[in-house]
Structures are given as C-alpha cells and as structure tokens.
C-alpha cells in the first residue's frame, strides 16, 4: 500500500512540474477536474444508483436486508447507511458515498437469488468495509490527477494554439513537454490506481471478516456470484463496466483483467480468504 502511494505522489509531482511549464488552458482543466472530483464526492451516490437502476427502499419493503445492514453496521461501528435495492439480475452489490452520513449499499435482485445466510452477510460486510474505510473518497482523490492527465491528452491538441499560456518563442516545445508528460501520467496513472482499487478490494474483504469472523462464508459466496457470472455474455458485462470499480465483483469482460481489471481474480480473493481461515483456526 504504502508504495503505491509513493509511485503515485511521484507520478503526480512530476505531472505539476511539467505543467508548470504550460498554464493557459491545460491550468483550466486542472480547474475543471477539481471541479469535477468534488462533484463526484458531493453526489457520486446518487449518480452510482441511477446508473444501475438502484432504489433506496424502506425496512417495510425488504426487512431482512435492513436488518442484516443494520446488524453488521452495529457490529463494524459504523452509522446504518441507507439500504438500496437494483432490479437486475446480474449477483452484485457496491457501496457509495462520501461518508458515513451519506453512504448507500445497494444489493441487486441478482445477488438476493443467489446468496443468502452467512453468504450474504460476507457481502453486505464486505460493502460496509468500504464505507468503515472511505474508499470513495480514497479513490477519487487518487484518480484526479489521473483525470486531468486524460483530458490533456485528448484535447492537447485544441489547446496547441502555439503554446497558449507558454508564452514566446518556446511555447510550442513547452506544449510538448506538457502533453508528453500527460500521456505518461495517464497511462502510468492509470495502472497504478487499479493496482489500489485491486488493494482496497482485498482489504475491504479482510474487513468483512473482522466483522463476521467469517472467512469461509465470503469465500463461499465469491465463488457462488462469480459461478452466475461466467454465464454472463460479455456483452452484457460491458454495458456494466462504467460501474464495474464499485461492485463486490468486477465485471469488466476480456482476458486481462486478471493484470489490468479494479478487481483482483476471483480465484485469488478465495485463495487469501481461505489461507485467513486457516489462520484463524490455528490461533
């Protein structure tokens, strides 16, 4: 953990430093970045929810799922977050919000078909685990820069206007430097940060079983919803994969995933969950 906050501090130290060189518009979507990561952490819960069709519902409505929330929020000291349910049959589940006070977990009809009991448990704990950590805010910071590296890259060449706020005779090669250093940063960026979401998603599993105390059943679980999932065409999967970093699955389609995906192999997290579960057992 710690090194990847490093490489990520010096992949971000960097990118200040080359745009130090060329202000004018690239400065602008520094601004409109920032703008847009607070955006995220004001209202991310509410856009995550509208994108997968999800619906806060009451305890009246489904009253085990409230209660299975409310009983794992006591047991991880954190405030009941709002309990939200998505009419799709794909088995998944995420957590979103900024904190405490505004976090949602949102279950899917697919996931309530699919698993149930201690099997469940696992997963809704596994989803306030992130809420208990703050994992919204973690990622959104660390993937800003990552934004505005992106933006950069794409509209580098609207913003070559003959070096813009590089000024003279050297804005052009200044221009250069820029977009040359956002590209790296970007790629570079990018796949440091699914190399944290990979971290946060162990962690958050290590934190459903502190909750728990467990390890068997989130295994059992994980194996159970990735079974249904295989069954998925990719297609479908794509048209999930904008949302894919916040589920308790991955869902992007393709063979990389295993190196480049948000999530680690589903093989892997079973693999730790149960090594944990020897652990416990000898202790």
């Known amino acids: 953990m710690a090194g990847v906050v490093v490489l990520l501090a010096a992949l971000y130290v960097g990118f200040a430093a080359a745009l130090a060189q060329y202000f004018g518009e690239v400065a602008a979507v520094a601004v409109a970045v920032g703008a847009l990561s607070v955006g995220q952490l004001l209202y991310g819960h509410e856009v995550a929810l509208r994108s ?3 619906e806060v519902v009451s305890e009246s ?3 085990d799922l409230h209660a299975r ?3 794992l929020a006591q047991q991880a000291g954190v405030r009941k977050p709002d309990v939200a349910v998505a009419d799709e049959p794909m088995p998944n589940a995420f957590a979103a919000g900024r904190s405490e006070s505004t976090a949602v977990v949102c279950v ?3 996931l309530l078909d699919t698993v149930d009991g201690a099997e469940l448990d696992g ?3 596994h989803e306030l685990a992130h809420v208990q950590h703050r ?3 973690v990622m959104t910071l660390a993937s800003a820069v990552s934004m505005a590296a992106f933006w950069v890259v794409r509209w580098g060449w609207i913003f070559d206007d ?3 706020g590089g000024g003279g005779e050297n804005g052009q090669p200044q221009f250069l430097v820029a977009f040359a250093a956002s590209l790296v940063v970007w790629v570079a960026s990018s796949l440091v940060i699914r190399l944290l979401s990979r971290y946060r998603e162990y962690a958050a599993d290590r934190g459903a079983v502190a909750i728990t105390g467990e390890p068997a059943a989130l295994a059992t679980a994980l194996a159970a919803i990735d079974g249904r999932m295989e069954r998925v065409p990719d297609d479908d999967l794509r048209e999930h994969e904008g949302t894919s970093a916040l589920m308790f699955c991955g869902v992007e389609a393709g063979k ?3 190196w480049f995906g948000t999530h680690p192999a589903v093989d892997e997290r079973i693999e730790r969950l149960r090594a944990l579960e020897a652990e416990m057992a000898s202790a």
């Open 61 to 63: 409505e489904y009253p």
């Open 162 to 164: 003959g070096g813009g």
């Open 52 to 54: 997968v069709g999800g």
């Open 108 to 110: 899917t009809t697919g």
């Open 256 to 258: 990389l995933t295993r």
């Open 123 to 125: 997963v809704l704990a």
């Open 69 to 71: 929330v409310g009983r």
């Open 135 to 137: 994992d919204v805010v």
